[in-house]
Structure formats: structure tokens, C-alpha cells
């Protein structure tokens, strides 16, 4: 497994992800304090896709610079917030995540191998 | 801004991401080792999307279980190995990003206030 190339790519995700929470956060403070700018972010949100956060902040600084700086230093500030965090929660999610999911299946594949009840039979030849 | 309930997003969007590496590993071991198996699980995968990657592997589970358990395992590992890079990479990426997108801004608009050189203008008045 090419470890270097995923941790990069993920990376690359996870930049991508705090670029669409910052714009979340950035458009919940407009939404009070200037509605107007924040009907206007939405609107070029929905044309423009933050798949890609790095060509989303590029796109936003030539339509209005001042939000684009805003959403990069909300960014930044989620970042050192929480990417320390991650690793345990990331770590302690999949194994619990693993666990539930082989429980799960494990109920259904015995659930599977007992036989049905066969009070529907014994009604029926009862009535017939 | 509510870094808990970003943290716990965070983490489920990079617990899916990982589910979608993990399955990408498994498919290329499966182009080697049984192409026909790596053609059902990449058809299957066409139709059942990754987005959320439990739900993913809890249809997998129900229809191959045996390949939704390898790439449960995959995605753990891949986890071990490199979810502890991964605060040190985002931060600094998102740090060189936001200074790269501000230095690029400033030329942009540097570019935009020196007046265009009239070298064609001039060649035109030459040869007319």
C-alpha cells in the first residue's frame, strides 16, 4: 500500500472539507450581519464547487476578495483547533465503526439459519 | 464556532474517505489476484455510492460479505498508518495554501493598475 500518496491525498480532502466548513461558518455570521452578502455567497456556492477548495478560494478572490480572505482565515483557525484531535477520533471511529458493522452482521447471518415459525401452516391446515 | 460538532464531521467525512481508499486498494490487489472479483466489486461500487462509508460497507456486507470484511481491515490499517501525519500536514497545507492564494491575489491586482504597454498600438501606427 502506497501510505505517502494516501496520507497526501487525504490531506488534500481534508483541506477541502475545512474549506466547506469555514464557508458554512463564514455564511452563518453574514446571515446576521449582512444578509444580503450572505444570499449572495450562497448563490455563487451553488456555481461554484468546493469539491476543490483551492480552486473554490481562487475563484471566490476574484469575485469578492474580502470573503474569500474571510473563508481562508476561518480555515486556518478550524484547523488549529481540531486537527489534533483527529487522529484518536479517525482511529477510535473505524474500530468501533469495524466492530458494530461485524455484530450487526453476524445477528442477521444466525437470525438468517433459524427456521420460521411455522404458526402460519398449523393455522391454516386448523381452519382448512 | 461549534469546533465539537466540525471535529466529529470532520471525522466521519475522513472515516469515509478512507473507506473509499481502502476499496481502491482492494480493487487494484483484486486486478491482480482475481480479475473477476475486482470486476463485480467495481461494479457494484459503481452503483452503490461511497459517500457514506458505512452504508457502503453495510450493503457490501450483505452482498459479498467476505469483501466487505477485507476492506474493513484495509481501512483500519490504513488509519494505524497514517492518521498521526495528518494534523502536521493539514495545518501546514492549509498555511501554504492561504499564503500562496494572497501572494498570486497581489500580483493579480499589481498587474491590474500598471497600464497595459502600447507596443501594438505603436506597431500599428508604424506599418500604417
Known sequence: ???KRVAKDTTK???SYLTYQALLTV???LKETDPPQAYWLNY???????QDGDAYIEELLRARQELAFR???VRQHLAEEIVDFLP???????Q?????HRRQHL???TQLTIPEPPTLDEQQSDSG
Chains 1, 2 share one sequence.
Open 1 to 3: 500500500m502506497d501510505f
Open 13 to 15: 480532502t481534508l483541506i
Open 27 to 29: 455564511l452563518d455570521q
Open 44 to 50: 455563487f456556492s451553488a456555481q461554484t464547487s468546493i
Open 71 to 73: 473563508i481562508m482565515t
Open 88 to 94: 484518536e477520533m479517525v482511529r477510535t471511529g473505524i
Open 96 to 100: 468501533q465503526s469495524n466492530m458494530e
Open 107 to 109: 445477528e442477521r447471518i
